[in-house]
């Protein structure tokens, strides 16, 4: 599944995950890549059906558009992967989980993460998806 660049690697949690993160959701960018608001504007390796609105879980790739942040960012158009999302979903251990915020961290071209670290926890499944994140996150649930 990875393309154009893009490093992941390990089980996708796709069919597993309920969405909670749809187009048009806002998120909160949770490097410290400068930027610190973004809202979705597509999910990368999502296929719908006529009207239905593309979502994603944590994860997964989506397209943004920076709204908040440092002026050189704003208005950018970029992709970030989810590593927070409010919406429960359940683990196949049996337990449900849920975090207080919509969160991404901003990617590069090349697939790398833009900043150097992430504030805040990081989701087991996005941890094991992406193992350059796991080594910047200061705590994964």
């Known amino acids: 599944m990875a393309k154009r660049g893009i490093k992941e690697v390990g089980v996708s949690y796709r069919r597993y995950i309920t969405p909670g993160v ?3 959701s806002l998120i909160n960018i949770s490097d410290n ?3 610190q608001l973004a809202r979705v504007i597509g ?15 944590v994860g ?9 942040g440092r002026p050189e960012l704003r208005k950018q158009i970029m992709r970030a992967v989810i ?15 849920a975090f207080e915020d919509n969160a991404g961290v901003l990617l590069t071209p090349d697939g790398e993460p833009k900043g150097t670290e992430i504030r805040g926890p990081v989701a087991k499944e996005a941890a094991e998806r992406w193992p350059r994140l796991a080594t910047m996150a200061s705590i994964i649930i």
């Not at 009207?51 to 994603?56: E, K, S, T």
């Not at 997964?60 to 908040?68: F, G, H, K, N, P």
């Not at 590593?83 to 989980?97: L, N, S, V």
């Open 83 to 97: 590593i927070r999302q409010r919406r429960p979903y359940r683990r196949p251990d049996g337990t449900w989980i």
């Open 43 to 57: 999910v990368l390796h999502m296929k719908t059906r006529w009207r239905r609105v593309p979502g994603a879980a």
């Open 22 to 24: 749809f187009k048009e």
């Open 60 to 68: 997964d790739i989506v397209v943004v558009s920076i709204r908040m």
């Open 33 to 35: 890549s400068g930027a």
